[in-house]
């Protein structure tokens, strides 16, 4: 997952709303969001090489999202695949506060990533930051730096998405909004040690690159009385199918 904003206890309706883009190279296989048959209760996409997640909730209403930190210079071969992070928190009991403290003594053991972990509290940790982040209510966007590092596609997604949440809106036009595949200027593009040509693909919203790019969007909401609605739209990239699931529930207390 490349690409989060989200809402966070700032809409007279809906605890928290997320819009997301997962980027990935295109070989990589994977599946659609679904209920897990190892793991009946868990919600998410799957990575099928590490059969770790980018993103997933649980019957619970616990949730987790993960990002990649970019530093290519920086990747160790044998690092610990960032796709657990996310699983091991829905599996566990801790609060976010408590399993992201325990993620950021275990940072050195990963490659890049940033977390956000959510129950009844939500915080931020990255294995380059220096502290855990519990986050207070606002509206945050996350990409492959720390949250709500000013990259002009952050910028722009927490922009178009604090405007549709202003007034009534639906789950596709949460995705129809990721979908925006405008560019950063020359003199806006972050400088990740990537070429200029990578550097600019990358620098959208949604990418699109021959090997490479958005495989899916995810739209997500959460009410006050504990109702989940979950949208992920594929896209015909790879082997993926252009297709989209989605599914409702009531968190269990």
Not at 16 to 31: C, G, M, Q
Not at 100 to 124: A, P, W
Not at 186 to 212: F, H, V
Request: charged fraction near 25%.
């Amino acid at each position: 997952m490349c690409l989060i904003t989200f809402a966070y206890k700032s809409h007279p309706k809906y605890k928290f709303i997320l819009a997301a883009n997962r980027d990935e190279f295109y070989a990589r296989p994977t599946a659609v969001a679904h209920w897990w048959e190892d793991y009946p209760e868990i919600l998410g996409g799957r990575d099928l090489e590490a059969l770790g997640t980018w993103m997933t909730i649980h019957k619970n209403g616990r949730f987790a999202a993960v990002t990649n930190y970019r530093d290519i210079k920086n990747i160790k071969a044998e690092a610990r695949s960032r796709g657990d992070l996310p699983v091991n928190f829905l599996l566990g009991t801790d609060r976010p506060t408590i399993y992201s403290r325990e993620v950021h003594k275990e940072g050195s053991k990963y490659n890049g990533f940033n977390l956000i972990c959510m129950d009844q509290e939500l915080t931020h940790v990255s294995n380059y930051d220096d502290e855990v982040h519990l986050l207070d209510p606002g509206i945050y966007g996350l990409s492959n730096a720390v949250l709500d590092t000013p990259w002009p596609k952050v910028e722009r997604a927490k922009r178009a998405f604090s405007i549709l949440i202003q007034q009534s809106f639906e789950l596709d036009q949460l995705i129809e909004m990721m979908q925006d595949g405008e560019t950063a200027d020359d003199d806006q593009l972050p400088e990740t040690g990537l070429d200029y040509e990578r550097e600019k693909a990358l620098s959208a919203m949604c990418i699109k690159t021959p090997d490479y790019g958005t495989c899916c969007s995810t739209a997500i909401t959460i009410d006050y009385d504990g109702n989940v609605k979950f949208l992920e739209r594929s896209y015909p990239v790879g082997n993926r199918k252009d297709q989209a699931v989605s599914f409702s529930f009531q968190i269990e207390r």
